[in-house]
Nanobody, 116 residues
Framework: QVQLVESGGGLVQAGGSLRLSCAAS????????MGWYRQAPGKQRELVAS???????NYADSVKGRFTISRDNAKNTVDLQMNRMKPEDTAVYYC??????????WGQGTQVTVSS
Protein backbone atom coordinates (compact mmCIF):
# COMPACT_ATOMS: atom_id res chain seq x y z
CA GLN A 1 0.00 0.00 0.00
CA VAL A 2 1.38 3.38 -1.04
CA GLN A 3 1.20 6.27 1.40
CA LEU A 4 2.38 9.80 0.71
CA VAL A 5 3.02 12.33 3.45
CA GLU A 6 3.74 15.96 2.59
CA SER A 7 5.45 18.54 4.74
CA GLY A 8 6.84 22.03 4.44
CA GLY A 9 3.84 24.18 3.61
CA GLY A 10 3.16 27.49 5.29
CA LEU A 11 2.96 31.23 4.89
CA VAL A 12 5.56 33.19 2.96
CA GLN A 13 5.81 36.71 1.58
CA ALA A 14 5.88 37.34 -2.14
CA GLY A 15 9.40 36.87 -3.44
CA GLY A 16 10.23 34.36 -0.73
CA SER A 17 10.92 30.63 -0.83
CA LEU A 18 9.47 27.41 0.53
CA ARG A 19 10.48 23.78 0.17
CA LEU A 20 7.91 21.01 0.14
CA SER A 21 8.83 17.43 0.86
CA CYS A 22 6.93 14.20 0.27
CA ALA A 23 7.84 10.89 1.84
CA ALA A 24 6.49 7.77 0.18
CA SER A 25 6.02 4.28 1.49
CA UNK A 26 5.81 1.23 -0.73
CA UNK A 27 8.16 -0.55 -3.06
CA UNK A 28 7.24 1.10 -6.36
CA UNK A 29 8.62 4.58 -5.68
CA UNK A 30 11.82 4.22 -7.68
CA UNK A 31 9.99 3.16 -10.84
CA UNK A 32 7.11 5.62 -10.57
CA UNK A 33 6.59 9.12 -11.87
CA MET A 34 6.31 11.57 -9.00
CA GLY A 35 4.55 14.88 -9.19
CA TRP A 36 3.35 17.92 -7.33
CA TYR A 37 -0.11 19.29 -8.05
CA ARG A 38 -1.94 22.26 -6.57
CA GLN A 39 -5.50 23.37 -6.18
CA ALA A 40 -6.52 26.93 -5.47
CA PRO A 41 -10.00 27.81 -4.15
CA GLY A 42 -12.56 27.58 -6.91
CA LYS A 43 -10.08 26.14 -9.39
CA GLN A 44 -9.27 22.70 -10.70
CA ARG A 45 -6.27 20.77 -9.51
CA GLU A 46 -3.33 21.40 -11.82
CA LEU A 47 0.07 19.87 -12.39
CA VAL A 48 2.92 21.96 -11.05
CA ALA A 49 5.87 19.67 -11.78
CA SER A 50 6.65 16.02 -12.35
CA UNK A 51 9.77 13.91 -12.45
CA UNK A 52 10.37 10.49 -13.94
CA UNK A 53 12.23 7.64 -12.30
CA UNK A 54 15.27 8.65 -14.34
CA UNK A 55 15.13 12.25 -13.21
CA UNK A 56 13.56 13.99 -16.20
CA UNK A 57 11.51 16.92 -14.97
CA ASN A 58 8.53 18.71 -16.43
CA TYR A 59 7.08 22.02 -15.23
CA ALA A 60 3.96 24.07 -15.70
CA ASP A 61 4.71 27.25 -17.63
CA SER A 62 3.65 29.34 -14.64
CA VAL A 63 6.46 27.97 -12.45
CA LYS A 64 9.28 27.42 -14.93
CA GLY A 65 12.47 29.06 -13.73
CA ARG A 66 11.12 29.46 -10.19
CA PHE A 67 10.36 25.93 -8.97
CA THR A 68 12.59 22.87 -8.98
CA ILE A 69 11.47 19.29 -8.42
CA SER A 70 13.90 16.64 -7.25
CA ARG A 71 13.76 13.09 -5.97
CA ASP A 72 15.86 10.73 -3.93
CA ASN A 73 15.10 7.13 -4.85
CA ALA A 74 17.17 5.80 -1.96
CA LYS A 75 15.08 7.74 0.57
CA ASN A 76 11.73 7.54 -1.29
CA THR A 77 11.33 11.29 -1.19
CA VAL A 78 10.41 13.98 -3.68
CA ASP A 79 10.89 17.67 -3.00
CA LEU A 80 9.65 20.87 -4.56
CA GLN A 81 11.82 23.95 -4.08
CA MET A 82 9.76 27.06 -4.68
CA ASN A 83 11.57 30.37 -5.18
CA ARG A 84 10.44 33.88 -6.10
CA MET A 85 6.96 32.96 -5.02
CA LYS A 86 3.90 34.91 -6.09
CA PRO A 87 0.46 35.35 -4.50
CA GLU A 88 -0.98 33.27 -7.34
CA ASP A 89 1.05 30.30 -6.06
CA THR A 90 -1.30 30.16 -3.09
CA ALA A 91 -2.99 26.75 -3.06
CA VAL A 92 -3.12 23.37 -1.43
CA TYR A 93 -0.21 21.36 -2.80
CA TYR A 94 -0.52 17.61 -3.27
CA CYS A 95 2.13 14.99 -3.80
CA UNK A 96 1.29 12.39 -6.44
CA UNK A 97 2.70 8.98 -7.29
CA UNK A 98 1.80 7.57 -10.72
CA UNK A 99 2.86 3.94 -10.87
CA UNK A 100 3.60 1.65 -13.80
CA UNK A 101 0.04 0.28 -13.65
CA UNK A 102 -1.24 3.84 -14.15
CA UNK A 103 -2.66 4.05 -10.66
CA UNK A 104 -2.50 7.42 -8.93
CA UNK A 105 -1.88 7.90 -5.23
CA TRP A 106 -2.25 11.22 -3.42
CA GLY A 107 -1.01 12.79 -0.25
CA GLN A 108 -3.29 14.65 2.12
CA GLY A 109 -2.17 18.05 0.85
CA THR A 110 -0.32 20.93 2.44
CA GLN A 111 -1.40 24.57 2.40
CA VAL A 112 0.89 27.15 0.84
CA THR A 113 -0.05 30.81 1.23
CA VAL A 114 1.88 33.66 -0.39
CA SER A 115 1.10 37.11 0.92
CA SER A 116 1.51 40.21 -1.22
Amino acid sequence: QVQLVESGGGLVQAGGSLRLSCAASGSTFSISVMGWYRQAPGKQRELVASITSGGSANYADSVKGRFTISRDNAKNTVDLQMNRMKPEDTAVYYCNLHDIWRTDYWGQGTQVTVSS
